[in-house]
């Protein structure tokens, strides 16, 4: 394929309520969409998954609108040879970091391929579901009772796993209303999104009795060695989200025993290729993996949905539909759920339309990357 347009824009989008994690609150999302152009007339969108400050990875929506437009569009516009399977190591060669950034136009160009080829995305990725089972992941709430209550709600409404946001002072109580209001049936997990150090060791070992599926990301998001000591003193599993950045770090993980599970997000690590490295990885050492989210449009689940279509994302994903972020979203139809499943779109492309007439409504600023211009 020859790509011969990029279209970079920021958008504004209110969530429906604000969303709290241990580094800060997020109530309207800025969002990077591209729109790829290929030269026989194929056009997509993809979405970065960079936030406005560097409170969950060192990228932002500006460090990564400055990577694209300098660095990124340049390496794959106007090359008749490119192919999904090695934009990513295109975009990769001597660059450190910018995952976000390079997996936003990696992940495109693996859309536009499944257009050109007439196969559903997840397909082309090695899926095989048709359906993904979906969980909630619920922010930081004002009290243990609201948090037992929205929790409550959650599961009536027929998500399949409750994932809730904990941090110093909003623990071990909150969860066990939680717990106490559900049952001890009820799938629920905890993110502390780096919160806590090896010091507060017995403090998460009271996690343990209240039996979660996991807790993900407890300490510093560099640091395996010291999860490998608290997994050691945990019963619960750990989960590693903003830890695992590549295949390498994944095989880390396992090897120094600093996790039992990953949460893969595309934009974390760079792109579809290097997911379904890790994907591949994990499964040859029985490792689960599940989709993680970022508060993404309509656009960005779409390619989290057809990742989560492979065969070891074995447990529910962070990819709840779309009214659950948005009064309204950016495509149609919009992402609905079905007893707790979201249906994988059949259609080639993301599998879902863009609303350009909304979007332009939405958009703060526009940038054309064409090839030939630096
Ligand atoms: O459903 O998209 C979703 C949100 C899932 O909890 C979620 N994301 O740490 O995984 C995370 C968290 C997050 C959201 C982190 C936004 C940073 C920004």
Redesign the pocket.
Known sequence: MNLDQIVLREIRLALREP?R?S?GE?GERHILLLQLFDADGATTWSEC?A?ERP??SAETIDTAWLALRDWFASRLLGRGDLEPTTAGALLAKDVRGHRMARAALEMGVWALASLRAGRPLSSLLGGTRKGIEVG??L?IQPSPEALAERAARALGEGYRRI?L?IEPGADIEYVRAVRTSLGAGAPLMV?A?NAYTLADAERLQQLDELRLLMV??PLEYEDLLRHAELQRRLQTPICL??SITTAARAEDMIALGAGRII?I?PGRVGGFAESLRIHDLCAQHAVPVWC?????SGVGRAYNVALAALPNFTMPG???PSR??WARDIVTPEWTMRDGIIAVPQAPGIGVEVDVDYVDHLTIRTEILRAGRP
Do not use: A, P
Not at 292 to 296: F, P, S
């Open positions: 969303f994690i580094s997020t998954v936030g409170n969950y909630i992941s922010g994932k946001k993110d999104n993900e990301q989200d903003e949460n997000k993680g989210g970022m508060l993404e962070d990819i709840s659950r972020y």
